[in-house]
């Protein structure tokens, strides 16, 4: 049998449909069927060229939703839960890291080894089915597999995304006190799962800053208190809110999620002095701001915190608290479309566009 | 009796000597005879006008050693350590913090307090002799005093002055792993007690980048390691000397200490992923620069930290530290040069020039 | 005009009631009248006579709320918010810290300040009307007064008391992280808090520990995930109950407010390795207890927190979360029972008997 | 050819002579010619059947220093330094952590990996010579080899031994501020480097309480300020000497490094209010002790902090410090005696009973 999947054999070419062998299970090995992978940033910036190293003809899709077809020798999740065939689950991206390099060992940054291989990204599409945009997954053995909690739907997941992990680790980087202040900067996949973790972390007030309308909407679905459009406020309007509702001092956390190096210095101008702010954006090049680094920071005496990828924690939490709140935490509502494998041009254009702020691949 | 003190009686006009009356001891108070006095780049700002709220004429002159002449009902310093007249003390320059407003009560940054009364800045000639550079100064009720340990000198601490202090302050607020490399940016007084506390505190390997030559050896003769030369050496030299000496990776933390702007991009140059940058070198408007924020924070997974101003609790260790380790600490050999109250003009010209590392008023 | 308070005049000695003159307002004072102030543990001790240096006869009650009658000079509350004659205020019991001790400057702990003076504990009934069981409550100038916010009612406050502050501390010091297991030992005032504002915090799991049942049912209402009852489960019930509902591995947190001695080891049987232990239940002596300090604390490699009494940031941050949760959280229904100033030993033995979880003096 | 290994057959048994196949070397693997091994507290746990799951017959000797006999595909140390025949190495006894539970990838605390494989305690002789106690080790592949400077002898670091890395992580665990005072409980291995570290680490005062007089005078060699013989002082006497070295407050950190439970309330008194207790002397059941924990723990606002075992870092970190600072730290004085492989027994027995602070094997 093969496996349909949309590969990206280079940058800036149209995507295509490629056929893969269906690979031999190894001992450790899982097969699952997709029931769902996300488009985000990270593949719009692979479409453009903008990683180094990438080893294309790649099949994209790093989070995805899948259900157990076949296995050898595995009969749980990373949790110990028991797994089956036909259970739905989904798995940490970040497939290994080295174990031995100095930020592994040493710095205690595992997300910094230089060595990590990481589904739909570093991986080519010589080498299988290691991406979400496929028909089906192959999980190599050792692939840190969770099976979803029975309250959880795939679409609860996926409408996350990769955005729900990283927004989780903006939000645990930041160190937040209980009934702080946060203002998030971007209503994009980031900023909603920031607000919506900053909000269940003990967040007194979250001012969400983004555009458009019903991104804000969403945000305050999700438990954002006060939205401030990007759209509808000067900077000096949205900076005299913020003051307006922080007793005139700026906000306790800022988390800066938007990718555009503009936020930056209205971040810091939102910030308290001796406030913290956590950059979570974007981790390529973005481009240059003008910064005056000793009245931001110094005279400030603030905390800044890059936050750099995720963590297999970050996973394996955040989806403790989305079913835990699964009430109140509709992330399925964050998908704008759903499209098939031949439709991923579309998809890659419309998350480029900021046209919906979750597209779903559904082979 | 009158006080003869130098007075700064607006920004940019010659320092003029005035006579002050002598003060009222009031209960708690007590009165010193200046043994030794320090010019900072604080002084320097306070005579360019840069700073805002600065009740001209002021007597400048925030950290600086006395002995005692005269109190009323205080017998112990703020340790308990008796206190007779004749005894050498120092004492901490922010007289006053509020201890009502959110920035002392809630956030538990005192730095912060938008109430601070200091010595040397934020009191007005006209209120008496509340500064250094008088032969006699008067300490409020309050003034957190410290009677200096007998093994050290007026010397050994007015050379360190004030950067002694936030240069301890500053490697506090590193939070420096045992055994971690560290970068100092800048070889004045800031960065050379920088690269002192750096070793004490630990630090494997600490290189100061700096000029010129004889504020390096400075630096090597108080700590550092390794010092390179901002004259002998281009910024992509001194990178990859940093490099060399760090397995390729860059230092697990940097320390501007230079106040300048240029400064900071270099600085995440020279970090490692994962480090922790302070920038503590400058706390009015030196500039901007141009930054790429998601490389330099994100995509580092940085932590950024600066260091506003210094609390006591700086003061007293520091003290300890330069007390215990007296034999290889001499910051006494920082001193460039002294001047008399007549000569405070060529005092802040020397230190704006960088002529001098430490310039010492001897009233 | 005189004021009607209960006065403990003695240790284990009967309550009476004194008549006490009114104050005169100083410059910064206000004077309130009392509208509910609580009874709790700490108020038993001082009957028992197990506080140190207590200026009998006092007036107890620390926490109360009380509507503004009279001031002087005070036209705000101490975030700022205009103040006037009637409004619904509570304050912070902790009246003054030094400012001048190792604590209060260099350690920056100054819940430990030695010379801390504290409504209803460490005034004379001689000095005025400085505790809640009074008609009126003098502020003197200086304590910080918070306003209600207006969603709030009085029995939301008092309901919950020193213990919402007390619980909050604990869970703030806990340094829980978003979707850990809390454990929470006791279901009194302060485990109910504590119960409560882990579930805000981001705990996925809080399981409280402790007895009777309708206290247990007001830890499900505040927050409680799942409660395990003292009178229905063996101590290896328990943890048995305990390891199923963490994998096998223990609580990453537990909390003990039980205030009894033998929960300690029970505190750490339940703990995970590596995990954190509060202990708040009790800060007199409460007792010995048998512990294996190298298997509980070296083996488990387990962190141990004790926190004593709160700071105002406590207070004014558990407002702030009590008010935005007003929905979910009613203190109010911790009331167990209302006391005159006639009825104050009654209340003393309820609550010494724990025959109601709050007792509130309503004169 | 065969390798003479000292084995412990089982608890309590007189050890043997046994001779072991020479491994094969895999590729990854590294056999080294044993220079030297150490004798700890843990081989005399081992000898008395402390520990749980022990694969006897082991071959004793966790911390080893040899020379490089033979390497297949090994060309570098774990930081890439080169590795040649000949060449001094040390390595790091935690061969292996699971890299898939609950403590290796959600807490953060590999250190807590129920599937940890150590040399000279989890390997059964049956599997080769992996442990020191041989003329030859084998290094599987992936375990940690460090080559040590060239300023450090064998007899440096093996005089340290696994002592030298404890006493890193109990003092790295402590968190301790510069300036700060700290006690430390005992004078054995641990004891030992704990006070080594900690002066390097900034403290102002480091006080070691211990015994005999020897080790004191070692203590003080290895940079303690003061020393308190457990001999010549009551308990009393001991805590009014620490209370008149800290101004009456008892020290800001104790670390207990005696594996005595009794040290336990005992360090309790000595520490200051809202100090830090780190317990790293013992992780076995050394037995129970009497305790308050809410007067020791909840009223003093205290921290305290297990440290189980140690980690990689705390191995590089802690030798990168003996390199630095070899000319003050002789921890070759602490070699009590050297035994041969047929003297093992003697060793074991020295150690446990407390004659000689550190016992070397020398094959």
Redesign the interface.
Known sequence: MTIRAAVMTEPHAAMEIWSLDDPPIEEGGVLLETVASEVCGTDVHLHRGHLADVPYPIVPGHVSVGRVVESRGVDAD???SPLAGGDLVTFYDVHEVC??C??C?????P??CANRRVYGITYSADDGPLGGWAERIYLKP?V?ILKLPESLTADDVIGGGCGLFTG?AA??RSGL???DTVVVQGAGPVGLSTAA?SA???A??TIVIGAPGDRLALARHLGADVTLSLEGMELGERQAAVLELT?G?GADTVIEAS?N?AA?PEGFELL???GTYV?????????????????A?????????????T???HV???L??LA?HRDRLSFSRVIGKRYGLGETDAALEDIAALRVPKAVIVP
Do not use: C, S
């Open positions: 990373i949790t110990g174990g031995v100095w930020h060992i040493v710095a205690g940054q997300n910094r050792g840190k989780f939000v645990e006190q209980m009934a973790f269940l972390r003990g007194a007030l007793g001092r990718g190096p930056i308290r002095d001796g950059v979570a954006g974007h981790y390529t090049d973005a481009g240059d701001v003008e910064l005056n680094p000793h009245l920071i110094n005279r400030k005496h603030a905390q800044v915190r890059g936050q750099w990828g963590e297999f924690r394996i939490r955040a403790k608290m835990k």
